[in-house]
């Protein structure tokens, strides 16, 4: 897998020289790769609300609060901490993510290896797209056994100032540079996030927002495509899989 080492870096670029507009498919990892009920966003939010009681001074419900709040405004938790509590990303970062027993709360899913084996790379690229950092996400899809499914990643750097993620503009440009994809019309993207997918359509990519089990269909749609399953790029999208 050729994984950028810093995000805006294209390894791929010089790969795709002869085919530069071969589509790339963008995926968003957490929540879209493994099952929603996993446990890993419910250790990820108990940590998360530790740390806000310990450098914020919040307790649970206060700091179940100010998430849904920064969340809703910045499409991004770490965004709001950084900007009006001082907190540094990158120690957050090590805190939260790199502290998830993902080896033991996730496991390979054949079904979803076997649909990413199916899509006919001649005809589309596949490529990760997360607001995690690199580290996490090598994880995540090292222990599913789909890293060799993807070209490469493109993730949040917690160490620059200011921070770039998702669903800011400059994050999905970043994005292309990083796959080497010089046409926004070919670019498409799942994710579970529908500011994130709002902003992808507002960009101009082609986007798929990912409803997830237990959650209501919103009344307006973030994006071109509402799906329920990874599965549904099959009927999506034919022309991509293999006969």
């Known amino acids: 897998m050729a994984f ?39 250790e ?7 740390y806000i ?10 700091g ?8 809703k405004t910045y499409g991004f938790l770490p965004e709001g901490l950084v900007r009006h509590h001082s907190i540094d990303a990158k ?11 993902i080896e033991s709360l996730l496991k390979p899913d054949p079904k979803l290896r076997q649909l990413l084996q199916d899509i006919d790379r001649s005809k589309v690229r596949l490529w990760l797209f997360s607001n995690a950092d690199d580290v996490y996400v090598k994880r995540v899809v090292r222990h599913l056994e789909i890293d060799d499914c993807f070209e490469g990643l493109s993730f949040c750097d917690y160490a620059r100032v200011p921070l770039l993620h998702k669903p800011k503009r400059e994050k999905f440009q970043e994005a292309m540079k990083d796959a080497g994809i ?3 019309a070919d670019c498409y993207f799942v994710d579970d996030s529908y500011l994130n997918c709002r902003g992808a359509q507002d960009f101009g990519w082609t986007a798929m927002h990912l409803i997830l089990d237990g959650f209501p269909t919103p009344p307006s749609q973030a994006s071109q495509h509402q799906i329920k399953s990874l599965e549904e790029l099959r009927i999506l999208f034919p022309q991509w899989f293999k006969n």
């Not at 670029?13 to 929603?36: I, M, R, S």
């Not at 990820?44 to 530790?50: P, S």
């Not at 009681?53 to 206060?62: R, Y």
């Open 182 to 184: 010089e046409s926004i």
């Open 64 to 71: 179940a609060e100010l998430c849904a709040e920064y969340s």
């Open 44 to 50: 990820a939010w108990e940590g998360i609300y530790d």
């Open 91 to 101: 120690h957050y970062n090590s805190t939260i993510d790199e502290g998830l027993p």
């Open 4 to 42: 950028s080492k810093e995000p805006g870096q294209s390894p791929a670029a010089l790969l795709e020289k002869d085919n530069p507009t071969k589509p790339v498919l963008f995926f968003d990892v957490d929540n879209c790769l493994y099952p929603q009920d996993s446990g890993v966003a419910e």
């Open 53 to 62: 009681k310990n450098h914020i001074g919040l307790d649970k419900e206060q």
